[in-house]
């Protein structure tokens, strides 16, 4: 159980100032809804569609990338969790825990690509290969 699929339904890239001294990026994903969703397969009958936002802006504020979409998330337990998101806008911690790695790799790796595209950092640090001198 868990993760099924993910699909964009979203993705928006903007430059609004250039970029001249030093910046600093944050990513964020946020959950925004929790529905059931019937499949139609057989031994698959219902899942959870999750809505998501993933922000990364780059602060001062002179650019930002969000990308929107949901992850398809099976569970037994679909209905105490459908009820829990109602009442209290909350995902049990494992359930959590799991969701926000899936959008963070997938969201990550697509940002890293619109980031190149846009001429802005990368929103993650990448190892640096240098050279040591001999004493």
């Known amino acids: 159980m868990g993760t099924i699929g993910m699909r964009f339904l979203s993705i928006s890239g903007k ?8 910046i600093s990026v ?3 994903p946020v959950i925004e809804d929790v529905e059931e ?5 057989p031994g698959l009958d219902k899942i ?14 002179v650019a930002e990338i969000e990308l929107k979409g949901e992850l398809m998330y099976q569970t037994k337990e679909y209905e105490k969790v459908l009820k829990e998101w109602k009442k ?6 494992e359930m959590m825990v799991d969701v926000l790695n899936t959008i963070f790799r997938r969201c990550l790796s697509k940002v890293i690509v619109i980031s190149e595209e846009l001429q802005l950092p ?7 290969v240098t050279t040591k001198e001999k004493s």
């Open 15 to 22: 430059v609004k100032k250039q970029v001249k001294n030093k």
């Open 26 to 28: 944050g990513s964020s």
């Open 37 to 41: 969703r019937k499949t139609g397969l």
């Open 48 to 61: 959870l569609a999750i809505k998501f936002a993933f922000k990364t802006k780059y602060d001062p504020d």
């Open 88 to 93: 209290n806008k909350k995902l049990p911690k």
């Open 122 to 128: 990368p929103p993650v640090r990448f190892p640096r």
